[in-house]
């Protein structure tokens, strides 16, 4: 991946904050939309969710899920030249007190400050979504094939 690829996928994982989870619903694709948010070097994803939405469950059964994670419409003639990442990963739920629990609940509440409430619902967890590999597409040319390596070295762009 050339440079301005690896800086293009990093500004596009930084700055959106919406993703669609893909979950596996009685053996079919099932999309639903996300907040997310990420640790510095792209090593996890995470989001907040009740228990009782239908991808929670499905996450429950079936820790394989994927984000889709794009730039948002602007309008252009062409949108398939819209840069976005599909990252296929596992799903696991946190628990509060665990490590690192604090520093992505403060993360969430930095990004979403209207989540404070929700942490304080039983109902609600954090997900830590481990990317496996994925698909980047810069624009109508270039795309790319990703590892969780490659998503650690571009998170420093």
Known sequence: ???????????????????????????????SMVPFVTVDD???????????????????????????????????????????VSIRGSAVLMENGEPGYTLVKNLYIERFPESVPLFKLEDFGLWRIKPKGGRFIANLVKAYNITPETLQKVSQR
């Open 1 to 31: 991946m050339d440079v301005n690829s690896e800086k293009l996928l990093a500004h596009v994982i930084r700055s959106t904050r919406i993703a669609a989870l893909g979950t596996l619903r009685d053996e079919a694709a099932h999309l």
């Open 42 to 84: 792209f090593s996890d994803f995470y989001i907040h969710d009740s228990r009782i939405a239908q991808h929670t469950m499905d996450m429950q059964k079936d820790k394989r899920v994927s984000l889709l994670i794009a730039e948002t419409d602007d309008g252009r003639d062409d949108p398939q030249t819209l840069a976005r």
